[in-house]
């Protein structure tokens, strides 16, 4: 009976731990946005994502080439992104050639935090994620 409770404490505990460090690593590493982006059927989807920013331009990276919100940027580029209190609409663009530079920015500004990450999901090397680039729209 004692071996039971360790596999069930194990596979109910090693997930959960999981889960529970890339909650904190990307929840209390750094700068969190929330981007709104619409769905295929039209509703907006909010998802919490890490930002980073160079030269004046801003990237996000958040699904892989396939992604459904990724392919409709072509036809539909808006999003709207809050940071820092503000809410501001963005044009977004994927950015597949920003790939080794978001990682470079990410690791700078997130640290330890994009440290725990790669260790858990592995490094921007294995990324399959595709950079987009937010410009702000006046």
Request: charged share 20%; aromatic share 8%; net charge negative.
């Amino acid at each position: 009976m004692r071996v039971m409770y360790w596999v069930l404490g194990a596979v109910v505990g090693i997930p959960t731990l999981f889960l529970a460090t890339m909650y904190a690593a990307s929840e209390l590493g750094g700068e969190v946005v929330t981007l709104d982006r619409t769905e295929a059927n039209g509703e907006v989807s909010r998802v919490r994502i890490w930002i980073v920013d160079s030269d004046g331009m801003s990237w996000v990276e958040h699904g892989e080439p396939d992604a459904p919100w990724i392919a409709r940027l072509s036809d539909a580029p808006n999003v709207v992104l809050a940071r820092g209190g503000r809410t501001s609409p963005y044009a977004a663009t994927p950015d597949p050639d920003a790939h080794d530079l978001y990682h470079r920015l990410r690791r700078e500004k997130y640290g330890f935090a994009d440290q725990v990450i790669a260790a858990l999901l592995g490094s921007a090397e294995d990324c399959p994620g595709v950079p987009v680039r937010l410009q702000i729209v006046e």
